[in-house]
């Protein structure tokens, strides 16, 4: 694919992201795709293996994806997509938009629709086509071509549900989750190698998913004693988590609010270990390919949405009901196995 530019539509639910000199409208013989993915981060990392098995089995096909506009870069890097549609998540009480993106949906004039997003919303995307002819539909929507009918798919990690979803609508090899950030220079974050990556932080409304900031900042010290350098990442919602262990750890490198999701990935790929909460940046982390310890806490369950690199111990899981209970010299423990290194 050739680079991408964001295009403002007329109707104000949906703005597109389409080839430089490409057309909005591909040619009436080429098969039409639409695959919808709206969020989370972690689920659209995950999402990257089923984007690749679309592409692959409609090799020439226009493949167009419905997602929200923090993904743009994600969807834009994978290069499995021909145009970006970006959906504002209209509301029931906001009819014009609601109309606006029924019009989108029902003007693409698609063949066929992947819904990986298999919510109530993305259900009732299905239901915009009425009434006249529905595209063919893999998912869970009521009386779609293509259902994902299994009783269990709630109890299935993601890339699995996914991967049986995709299945049933003919695509039977499904590739696990990939991503490739772009070059970058470690002297512009001012890292010194090795170094280990740290993601402290979290979605701020589940304190419960989160370590201590404490306990990552006597980690980080630790790290440094074995010449490691600590190197943290996050927003600017997480400053006060990043600042203390900052301040615990003054050879810690803080890089908050200076990393996108793709100069992530150019630094788990570069680091010799990951660390961090059950969060995005962590799906980010293991599909870039560095070896992983993701901590989880009752609030959720790795065996419905843990990481996944891309060996088969890429990724080690510590779980703690309650983790101000998990200790750092577990964890640390963890990280000894994991660079076997020796006191």
Same mark, same amino acid.
């Given at each position: 694919?050739? $680079?991408?530019?964001?295009?403002? !539509?007329?109707?104000?639910?949906?703005?597109?992201?389409?080839?430089?000199?490409?057309?909005?409208?591909?040619?009436?013989?080429?098969?039409?795709?639409?695959?919808?993915?709206?969020?989370?981060?972690?689920?659209?990392?995950?999402?990257?293996?089923?984007?690749?098995?679309?592409?692959?089995?409609?090799?020439?096909?226009?493949?167009?994806?419905?997602?929200?506009?923090?993904?743009? %870069? +994600?969807?834009?890097?994978?290069?499995?997509?021909?145009?970006?549609?970006?959906?504002?998540?209209?509301? +029931?009480?906001?009819?014009?938009?609601?109309?606006?993106?029924?019009?989108?949906?029902?003007? !693409?004039?698609?063949?066929?629709?992947?819904? +990986?997003?298999?919510? %109530?919303?993305?259900?009732?995307?299905?239901?915009?086509?009425?009434?006249?002819?529905?595209?063919?539909?893999?998912?869970?929507?009521?009386?779609?071509?293509?259902?994902?009918?299994?009783?269990?798919?709630?109890?299935?990690?993601?890339?699995?549900?996914?991967?049986?979803?995709?299945?049933?609508?003919?695509?039977?090899?499904?590739?696990?989750?990939?991503?490739?950030?772009? $070059?970058?220079?470690?002297?512009?974050?001012?890292?010194?190698?090795?170094?280990?990556?740290?993601?402290?932080? !979290?979605?701020?409304?589940?304190?419960?998913?989160?370590?201590?900031?404490?306990?990552?900042?006597?980690?980080?010290?630790?790290?440094?004693?074995?010449?490691?350098?600590?190197?943290?990442?996050?927003?600017?919602?997480?400053?006060?988590? +990043?600042?203390?262990?900052?301040?615990?750890?003054?050879?810690?490198?803080?890089?908050?609010?200076?990393? %996108?999701?793709?100069?992530?990935?150019?630094?788990?790929?570069?680091?010799?270990?990951?660390?961090?909460?059950?969060?995005?940046?962590?799906?980010?982390?293991?599909?870039?390919?560095?070896?992983?310890?993701?901590?989880?806490?009752?609030?959720?369950?790795?065996?419905?949405?843990?990481?996944?690199?891309?060996?088969?111990?890429?990724?080690?899981?510590?779980?703690?009901?309650?983790?101000?209970?998990?200790?750092?010299?577990?964890?640390?423990?963890?990280?000894?196995?994991?660079?076997?290194?020796? %006191?």
């Amino acid at each position: 694919m050739t $680079d991408q530019k964001i295009e403002t !539509g007329q109707d104000p639910a949906i703005s597109l992201a389409v080839d430089d000199g490409a057309v909005s409208a591909p040619e009436p013989h080429r098969e039409r795709i639409l695959v919808i993915k709206l969020s989370a981060l972690g689920d659209v990392i995950l999402a990257l293996g089923p984007f690749a098995a679309i592409r692959e089995a409609h090799p020439d096909a226009h493949i167009t994806v419905l997602t929200t506009r923090p993904y743009v %870069d +994600l969807m834009k890097a994978s290069g499995h997509f021909d145009s970006i549609a970006i959906d504002r998540r209209p509301k +029931l009480s906001q009819p014009r938009e609601v109309l606006a993106l029924r019009r989108f949906l029902r003007n !693409g004039r698609f063949d066929r629709v992947y819904d +990986l997003q298999t919510s %109530d919303r993305s259900g009732f995307y299905y239901k915009l086509f009425w009434p006249g002819p529905k595209p063919e539909w893999s998912g869970i929507a009521r009386g779609c071509s293509h259902p994902h009918s299994n009783p269990h798919r709630d109890s299935m990690h993601s890339i699995d549900r996914t991967a049986e979803q995709l299945h049933d609508a003919g695509i039977s090899d499904v590739p696990l989750p990939y991503i490739q950030g772009p $070059d970058i220079d470690l002297e512009r974050f001012g890292i010194r190698s090795p170094f280990v990556l740290i993601c402290p932080g !979290g979605a701020p409304h589940r304190p419960a998913k989160r370590w201590p900031a404490e306990r990552f900042g006597l980690l980080a010290k630790k790290l440094a004693d074995y010449r490691l350098t600590p190197v943290l990442i996050g927003t600017d919602k997480e400053s006060d988590v +990043l600042k203390k262990i900052d301040q615990m750890c003054p050879k810690a490198r803080n890089l908050m609010g200076r990393t %996108d999701f793709l100069e992530i990935a150019s630094l788990a790929a570069r680091s010799v270990l990951t660390i961090g909460n059950d969060t995005g940046p962590m799906h980010i982390a293991a599909a870039a390919g560095a070896p992983s310890i993701v901590l989880f806490s009752r609030e959720s369950d790795p065996k419905l949405s843990a990481p996944r690199g891309l060996s088969k111990d890429a990724v080690s899981i510590i779980r703690e009901s309650d983790l101000r209970q998990l200790t750092v010299n577990r964890v640390m423990d963890e990280v000894r196995h994991r660079l076997d290194l020796t %006191d």
